[in-house]
C-alpha cells in the first residue's frame, strides 16, 4: 500500500516559522510532482507551492518569498518552510504526490496537518 503522510503542524505566533514534512511510503517506483495545498475554514483548496522531481518550485503570490518547498528524493520526501506567518495562512496543509508504484500510478493525497497563526 502507498501512502503519503504529512506532519510538523501546529500552533505558530505571526511571525513564526513551521517546517512541514510529508513522506510516502509503500512499494514506489518513483515520484514525479510533489505540491502542497491548503484549506482554509469556509474556502476552497489551494495549491500553495509544487516542486517537480528534477527540483523546479512554483508558487502561489501570497507566499511566495516566505515559503520554501523541497524535497530528498531517496527519503521521498517533500518539505514546505512556512516562515513571516501570518494569521491569513491558517489552514489544514495538505501534500500531494505522482507515485508510481511497479504497476500503477497513483496521485495520492495525506490526511492533512494543521498549522494555526495566532498571538
Known amino acids: 500500500q502507498v501512502q503519503l503522510v504529512e506532519s510538523g503542524g501546529g500552533l505558530v505566533q505571526p511571525g513564526g516559522s513551521l517546517r512541514l514534512s510529508c513522506v510516502a511510503s509503500?512499494?514506489?517506483?518513483?515520484?514525479?510532482?510533489m505540491r502542497w495545498y491548503r484549506q482554509a475554514p469556509g474556502k476552497q483548496r489551494e495549491l500553495v507551492a509544487t516542486?517537480?522531481?528534477?527540483?523546479?518550485?512554483n508558487y502561489a503570490d501570497s507566499v511566495k518569498g516566505r515559503f520554501s518547498i523541497s524535497r530528498d528524493n531517496r527519503e521521498n520526501t517533500a518539505y514546505l518552510q512556512m516562515n513571516s506567518l501570518k494569521p491569513e495562512d491558517t489552514a489544514v496543509y495538505y501534500c500531494?504526490?505522482?507515485?508510481?508504484?511497479?504497476?500503477?500510478?497513483?496521485?495520492?493525497w495525506g490526511q492533512g496537518t494543521q498549522v494555526t497563526v495566532s498571538s
Open positions: 500531494n504526490a505522482d507515485v508510481y508504484s511497479r504497476v500503477n500510478y497513483y496521485s495520492l
Open positions: 509503500g512499494s514506489i517506483r518513483s515520484i514525479n510532482g
Open positions: 516542486i517537480t522531481s528534477g527540483g523546479s518550485t
